[in-house]
């Protein structure tokens, strides 16, 4: 059966310590109440939680043997661009109650977006979900237009990567993409934007799709004819970690089974939601969405056109009142 679903990007070890009441000052130790190490990186995150739901996964990515064996573990098969000397890349995150640091070693990821192009010219899929901020936006550009072209859609999640914005070719990518995710700073960030500003047309101008994800808000959807919101489920999170991009598989499963619109976000906040109930961005990943969001998703399988199928109306959403810590998703 032809694969549906391609990520494509970074892979991180995380290694979590929660419950910290502070960061520490130079010279102190701090303890934290609770630990945990997981894999991460947005495009692991994305193809467990698409797989989860039936999605069938593969990910291009420079990945530890322990990865490796997690992602095989959870349905998805597994390019693994990286040399067997070579160090995978590990993140520590210093969780507080209501923001987080990060500390990352980047080893084999620093050269990774040299080895994709190779490895993705090898694989077939209905949709390909790219997870990374690229150096040489034109080329990627390129290749976005060249999947796009042969009948394969394409996403884009770039994380936090303020450089981004001011490297040549990165109006063509948004272009050449069927869909952008990013957070609400990450919106104003690649808009050239204050945060007290709306992004919105930039966004409607610059992309065909822009799914804007707005933690326990929920999430957004941008286009020249489309103007959608939907409320997030109500959940006591532990950690949230790897929320949005638990939100990216949630979505892309709704879009592949035919969802409309408003229930791909729908789909996204829940897989996201859930994803924020243990720590690290992989354990509470669920296995189903709710039999409302199952119905309309369609049947597991199913091989539909992507488009845009439901009335669209405006949203009007409140601006927050500042904006959070920029944080990888």
């Known amino acids: 059966m032809r694969l549906e679903l391609l990520t494509v990007g970074d892979a991180f070890h995380d290694l979590i310590f929660m419950g910290l009441a502070r960061l520490p000052r130079v010279g102190e130790e701090v303890h934290a109440a609770d630990f945990v190490a997981t894999i991460g990186g947005g495009a692991v995150i994305t193809a467990i939680a698409a797989a989860r739901l039936g999605v069938r996964t ?3 990515s420079a990945l530890s043997a322990d990865a490796a064996r997690t992602l095989r573990g959870a349905a998805v098969s597994v390019v693994n661009v990286r040399r067997s000397a070579e160090p995978h890349a590990i993140t520590a995150a210093l969780s507080m109650p ?7 070693f980047a080893g084999v990821n620093d050269r990774l977006q040299s080895r994709l192009p190779a490895a993705l010219a090898r694989q077939r899929a209905r949709h390909v979900h790219f997870a990374f901020a690229p150096v040489d936006c034109a080329r990627w550009a390129g290749i976005s237009e060249r999947l796009r072209a042969s009948g394969t859609t394409t996403s884009w999640d770039f994380g936090w990567s303020p450089p981004l914005r001011g ?6 990518l948004l272009r050449s993409a069927e869909f952008i995710f990013v957070n609400e700073i990450e919106a104003s960030l690649y808009a050239g934007l204050p945060p007290r ?5 930039f966004w409607r101008r610059a992309a065909t799709n822009t799914i804007v994800k707005l933690g326990r808000r929920g999430s957004r959807w941008l286009s020249s004819q489309a103007d959608l919101h939907a409320a997030a489920p109500r959940v006591r999170s532990i950690d949230t970690t790897g929320a949005g991009d638990a939100f990216n598989g949630g979505f892309l499963y709704a ?6 619109p408003r229930n791909c976000l729908r789909a996204g906040n829940f897989v996201g939601a859930q994803s924020t109930l243990a720590a690290g961005g992989i354990t509470a990943l669920p296995r189903h969405l709710p039999a409302g969001l199952a119905g309309h998703a369609g049947q597991a399988g199913r091989t539909v056109p992507l488009r845009i199928s439901e009335p669209l109306r ?5 601006r927050p009142a500042r904006p959070a810590r920029p944080t990888r998703p």
Request: hydrophobic share 45%.
């Open 58 to 60: 593969r990910i291009v």
């Open 98 to 104: 209501h923001d987080r640091s990060f500390v990352t």
């Open 167 to 172: 490297r040549a070719g990165f109006a063509r």
């Open 197 to 201: 500003r709306s992004p919105a047309d």
């Open 255 to 260: 879009l592949l089974r035919g969802a409309a």
């Open 314 to 318: 405006p949203a009007r959403l409140a």
